[in-house]
């Protein structure tokens, strides 16, 4: 199993170092837990190498990702993937760009516009069996041509409820215009041991190993093609923490050799099982899109109340919107985990009907009044969504589904979007933030 980092920090722990340096543990804890990892915990020297310096077995750690993904660079992220759409940003962009983004994106992206000073022109998304479709080739083009001064395209893929758009096919519309196709894959760390090419024709991607693969929380990775790993290494430093994290560097290292020793296989086992649960019980299959093979979405005439059900058997999803309860299976969930799974689920439908009500499509994007930058550090203040027609929201109001923003910082409150969101459901009583 080649794992070059954290066969150099077990190797370099074994010569027992006398540690006058970072971290304070000096290779030891109090709480016994904690005792395996501290062991390996070091800084940056010369056994360990440098996150930030681009040598030594973090940077073969790394080379060996970027080989597995079909990237020409890779960079560590100790400060999970919003640390990395932050650098991704940062390299694709220049301060005052257009920037040609997924109106769904994950709030990472909205702060990187603000701190960037970032033009957004939004890109929307169809609905499909009551959550958001892929984005739209052909909306990419109509887009690009119509602002032919952008440069940088900004997608999430996948999505949430695992739904793929067409990488390949967007990226060329991109590439041949002369630009670049940056893409939160946060959800996506295992698929390309699931799916051929996934992410092909992507110039900068990030994905959260933590969300589904067996590292910890935090753990991420930036892929790029076409930058030189020194750009990744400069852009990165900018966000994230000069004395990263060598234990969670160490997980990264081991998580991709174990999936290519048997993780892989068990990952594939999962996704047939997920196929399963697919045949069986109600669950998302939107027509014309694809989707993550081992993501189970539920769909319930209530998913609230389907999420706490499933709680009272000690059954915790990842999340639930009005009409889907999300199941995030892994290689580490295999026949036991998804028979509980089911016999948690029946217990519950015989309650409840499998009939998801059908949300009318959401509004046209509201008119912005500020740029996201003008909008993220403006004074603000707190008051009732119900009386803040014909204010400015100083952030956003996204409900689930379609988990896409109403209203995002900067945008002009009005009356047709307070209705819209009551007649969804959300409570337009509960406070929100508006620009003073």
């Known amino acids: 199993m080649a794992t070059p980092l954290l066969s ?93 983004v997924d109106r769904g994106s994950h709030r990472s992206v909205y702060h990187a516009m603000a701190l960037l000073d970032l033009r957004p022109v939004y890109l929307s998304r169809p609905w499909l069996d009551g959550v958001t479709g892929p984005i739209d080739p052909d909306l990419v083009a109509r887009q690009l041509e119509k602002h032919p001064e952008i440069r940088t395209v900004c997608i999430t893929s996948p999505t949430y409820y695992g739904v793929l758009s067409d990488l390949k096919r967007i990226s060329a519309i991109v590439h041949a215009r002369g630009g670049r196709l940056v893409v939160d894959g946060a959800h996506g760390a295992h698929l390309p041991w699931l799916l051929e090419n996934p992410f092909e024709g992507v110039d900068l991607l990030v994905v959260s190993a933590h969300k589904t693969l067996p590292a910890p929380g935090q753990a991420a990775l930036l892929f790029a093609q076409g930058f030189a790993h020194r750009e990744l290494r400069r852009a990165g430093s900018i966000y994230g923490s000069s004395s990263p994290s060598y234990p969670m560097m160490a997980a990264l290292d081991w998580v991709r050799a174990w999936m290519e020793e048997g993780g892989a296989e068990r990952y594939r086992r999962t996704a047939r099982l997920t196929e399963g649960l697919r045949r069986r019980w109600p669950s998302l299959q939107p027509k014309g899109a694809a ?35 999300v199941m995030i299976l892994t290689g580490q969930d ?59 929201a100083a952030s956003q109001i996204a409900p689930y589904p379609p988990g896409i923003p109403v209203l995002a910082p900067g945008e002009l409150i009005q009356k047709k979007y307070l209705a819209y969101l009551n007649k969804i459901g959300y409570n337009i009583e509960s406070e929100t933030e508006v620009i003073q």
Not at 298 to 303: F, T
Not at 305 to 317: D, K, M
């Open 8 to 100: 150099a920090l077990r190797a370099f722990a074994d010569t027992r170092p006398l540690r006058l340096h970072m971290p304070g543990h000096h290779g030891t804890m109090p709480l016994p837990e904690w005792s395996a990892a501290a062991r390996l915990d070091f800084t940056e020297l010369p056994p360990t190498g440098d996150l930030f310096g681009g040598e030594g077995p973090v940077m073969e750690a790394q080379s060996l990702w970027a080989e597995r993904f079909g990237m020409d660079q890779c960079l560590f992220l100790t400060g999970g993937s919003t640390q990395g759409i932050h650098t991704a940003l940062t390299l694709a962009c220049s301060p005052g760009d257009t920037l040609l």
């Open 334 to 392: 295999g026949p036991a985990e998804v028979e509980r799974l089911e016999e948690g689920m029946s217990k519950f439908s015989t309650k409840s009907a499998d009939i998801v009500e059908t949300l009318p499509d959401p509004p046209e994007i509201p008119e912005a009044r500020l740029t996201p930058r003008e909008a993220l550090f403006a004074s603000r203040e707190t008051m009732a969504l119900s009386a803040a027609a014909g204010r400015i």
């Open 291 to 325: 989707l993550d093979p081992a993501r189970f979405v539920w769909r319930v005439g209530n998913g609230p109340e389907a999420q706490r059900a499933l709680e009272q058997e000690g059954i915790y999803p990842e999340m639930s919107d009005t009409g889907h309860v």
